[in-house]
């Protein structure tokens, strides 16, 4: 089949999925607004359609590209948006009680996903330093870094939003503030931890590719900034028993630290990766 039609309907089949995963947002957004439990099943049920048509995106450009999709904008942060909402289905399906985090997590998630759509779209071959275990590892783990993060801030805006409003009937329905506040300090323990895997594959993989496991380039400073903020967070919380309101408002300034690191710094900072994501 002529590769050009097979990229004209994965175009197609990303836009499907954006689609999709808009009318999931409305769904999780409308449940959360007017306070209708019963909107949450729809808003799921969109963000499974949508992953069907995102699923064949992705896999028809694989099958061009002959590699993962991890060599520019586009098709990383399609691949990103991808893991972000099999995860989030994945916990709402195990943890019920969870899926109105839908409200923060599929909206940004399919606008990381947008973003990259409109980038270039072009295909791009594999460089030879783009190889090895050590790479898919690190690829791998980010991706899982980048879901836990956003469910555990999914779970601490639930928790802001009830305790300031509580005494609605739809909070009622929430889990109790003490577990949205454990729920939003354990998947941040999970980001740290794929993160901490992140860091230390990249590192073994620099030393492959470049000849130094660091190097100070400003994608592996952020990273290590982002790395130490968190475990500072895990820290406060364990040792000094930080939790409810400053736990979740200090994950939210974490939670911005972690956005420049992985969708500011790699795309506007000239670094030892810019020519592998352009």
């Known amino acids: 089949m002529d590769n050009l039609y097979l990229l004209k309907c994965e175009v197609i089949s990303h836009w499907i999925a954006v689609g999709f995963y808009i009318l999931s947002t409305v769904f999780f957004a409308y449940s959360v607004s007017f306070k209708k439990a019963g909107a949450l099943k729809?808003?799921?049920?969109?963000?499974?359609?949508?992953?069907?048509?995102?699923?064949?995106?992705?896999?028809?450009?694989?099958?061009?590209?002959?590699h993962g999709p991890y060599m520019a904008k586009y098709e990383v942060l399609s691949s990103n948006t991808w893991v972000v909402i099999l995860m989030f289905l994945l916990i709402g399906w195990k943890i019920p009680k969870l899926r109105a985090a839908g409200v923060i997590v599929i909206p940004l998630s399919f606008l990381m996903m947008t973003f990259g759509l409109f980038t270039n779209p072009e295909i791009r071959r594999l460089p030879p330093a783009l190889s090895g275990v050590w790479l898919v590892i690190h690829i791998l783990f980010n991706k899982l870094a980048v879901?836990?993060?956003?469910?555990?801030?999914?779970?601490?805006?639930?928790?802001?939003?009830?305790?300031?409003?509580?005494?609605?009937?739809?909070?009622?329905?929430?889990?109790?503030?003490?577990?949205?506040?454990?729920y939003s300090y354990k998947f941040i323990g999970f980001g740290f931890i794929f993160?901490?895997?992140?860091?230390?594959?990249?590192?073994?993989?620099a030393n492959e590719a470049w000849g130094r496991y660091w190097g100070?380039?400003?994608?592996?400073?952020?990273?290590?900034?982002t790395w130490l903020l968190?475990?500072?967070?895990?820290?406060?919380?364990?040792?000094?028993?930080?939790?409810?309101?400053?736990?979740?408002?200090?994950?939210?300034?974490?939670f911005i630290?972690?956005?420049?690191?992985?969708?500011?710094?790699?795309?506007?900072?000239?670094?030892?990766?810019?020519s592998y994501f352009m």
């Not at 100070?216 to 900034?225: F, Q, R």
């Not at 820290?235 to 400053?246: A, E, I, P, V």
């Open 147 to 182: 879901g836990a993060i956003l469910i555990s801030l999914g779970s601490a805006v639930l928790y802001l939003l009830k305790k300031k409003q509580g005494d609605k009937e739809f909070y009622r329905k929430l889990p109790s503030l003490e577990v949205l506040d454990a």
């Open 195 to 205: 993160w901490s895997i992140t860091v230390a594959a990249g590192s073994i993989w």
């Open 230 to 254: 968190y475990g500072l967070y895990l820290h406060l919380r364990y040792f000094f028993k930080w939790q409810g309101t400053k736990a979740a408002w200090m994950l939210l300034a974490c």
């Open 42 to 66: 729809y808003g799921m049920f969109l963000a499974i359609i949508g992953l069907i048509p995102h699923s064949i995106a992705l896999g028809i450009r694989w099958h061009i590209a002959g």
């Open 257 to 274: 630290v972690s956005v420049i690191t992985i969708f500011i710094i790699p795309f506007v900072i000239q670094t030892l990766h810019s």
């Open 216 to 225: 100070w380039d400003p994608i592996e400073t952020w990273s290590l900034i």
